[in-house]
């Protein structure tokens, strides 16, 4: 069974930072790319970061600067670290697994008050 886990989120001034990580078990986690996504409310997901296996990133402009994508492979753990938050940044961030079809988490919630 796959599982892809987020936590990290939550409730934070503007300006401030966040570390989001995304735990996978039942795949072979070192062969797969994995993204985060994010979701704000009325809109439709869209991708932040992805991290190949590896390790090459890759980030939308919108976050350029702002956030790092990392993964470690001994812990099958993706994490993003989000610096200089903005209140547009608030959404569901979802982590994303893909090497042929694809596994999604059920998203953790970040908040981004101003």
């Known amino acids: 069974q796959v599982q892809l886990v987020e936590s990290g989120g939550g409730l934070v001034q503007a300006g401030g930072s966040l570390r989001l990580s995304c735990a996978v078990s039942g795949i072979d986690f070192r062969i797969y790319a994995m993204g985060w996504y994010r979701q704000a409310p009325g809109k439709q997901r869209e991708l932040v970061a992805t991290?190949?296996?590896?390790?090459?990133?890759d980030y939308a402009d919108f976050v350029k600067g702002r956030f790092t994508i990392s993964r470690d492979n001994a812990k099958n753990t993706v994490y993003l670290q989000m610096n200089s938050l903005k209140p547009e940044d608030t959404a569901v961030y979802y982590c994303?697994?893909?090497?042929?079809?694809?596994?999604w988490g059920q998203g953790t919630q970040v908040t981004v008050s101003s």
């Open positions: 994303n697994a893909a090497f042929g079809g694809a596994y």
């Open positions: 991290i190949s296996y590896s390790g090459r990133t």
